[in-house]
T-cell receptor, first 113, second 115 residues
Framework: TQLLEQSPQFLSIQEGENLTVYCNSS?????LQWYRQEPGEGPVLLVT?????EVKKLKRLTFQFGDARKDSSLHITAAQPGDTGLYLC?????????????FGKGTKLSVKP | DAGVTQSPTHLIKTRGQQVTLRCSPI?????VSWYQQVLGQGPQFIFQ?????ERGRGNFPDRFSARQFPNYSSELNVNALLLGDSALYLC???WGSGLTNEKLFFGSGTQLSVL
């Protein structure tokens, strides 16, 4: 059974601080996605990383896919209260469908003004 | 354009009852996936349908079933409800079958409470 372990589970920081969220697995994934979910809403896709070692930037967010395609990280620079939410990583199995994703348990981020 | 719409938004049932959840994908999207998200956990895959055919099934009991209609909308049925079925049920749609790196769009979900 493929698992994605996210850490930390909870993170409470002050506005302006930097943070990194990790997503690790013993399995190889064809691609890995990061989502943000607000309470009472569905997850919203932030980024998809496909190539081992790939780095993608989305404004203050930097995403990295590990060389071996087993892990990923999300780094937020100068966090803002609007970044508050549940961050989920999700992997697509080789030969599997993007509609069939394996999700981590998520990192609940709270950014205080 | 409307996003993925799910109905109802909230539902309260008692143990042993049956429930049907509905999902309308984004216009033009042919694939619908269902996920269960228990409080404090990430979503867990239940089913995927593409062009009205089942393309994937997660590790859920036979009490869970689904179907996709010619207009690509979908229903998820759960029979003989248990307390542990209480969760947010999410529907996601994509244009194709998902074998390429397609973007998945999620609805806001149906919050099911089983008493």
């Amino acid at each position: 059974t493929q698992l994605l372990e996210q850490s930390p589970q909870f993170l409470s920081i002050q506005e302006g601080e930097n943070l990194t969220v990790y997503c690790n697995s013993s399995s190889v994934f064809s691609s890995l996605q990061w989502y943000r979910q607000e309470p009472g809403e569905g997850p919203v896709l932030l980024v998809t990383v496909v190539t081992g070692g790939e780095v993608k930037k989305l404004k203050r967010l930097t995403f990295q896919f590990g060389d071996a395609r087993k892990d990923s990280s999300l780094h937020i620079t100068a966090a803002q209260p609007g970044d508050t939410g549940l961050y989920l990583c999700a992997g697509a199995d080789y030969g599997g469908s993007q509609g069939n994703l394996i999700f981590g348990k998520g990192t609940k981020l709270s950014v205080k003004p | 354009d409307a996003g993925v719409t799910q109905s109802p938004t909230h539902l309260i049932k008692t143990r042993g009852q049956q429930v049907t959840l509905r999902c309308s994908p984004i216009s033009g999207h042919k694939s619908v996936s269902w996920y269960q998200q228990v409080l404090g956990q990430g979503p867990q895959f239940i089913f995927q349908y593409y062009e009205k055919e089942e393309r994937g099934r997660g590790n859920f009991p036979d009490r869970f079933s689904a179907r996709q209609f010619p207009n690509y909308s979908s229903e998820l049925n759960v029979n003989a409800l248990l307390l542990g079925d209480s969760a947010l049920y999410l529907c996601a749609s994509s244009w194709g079958s998902g074998l390429t790196n397609e973007k998945l769009f999620f609805g806001s979900g149906t919050q099911l409470s089983v008493l």
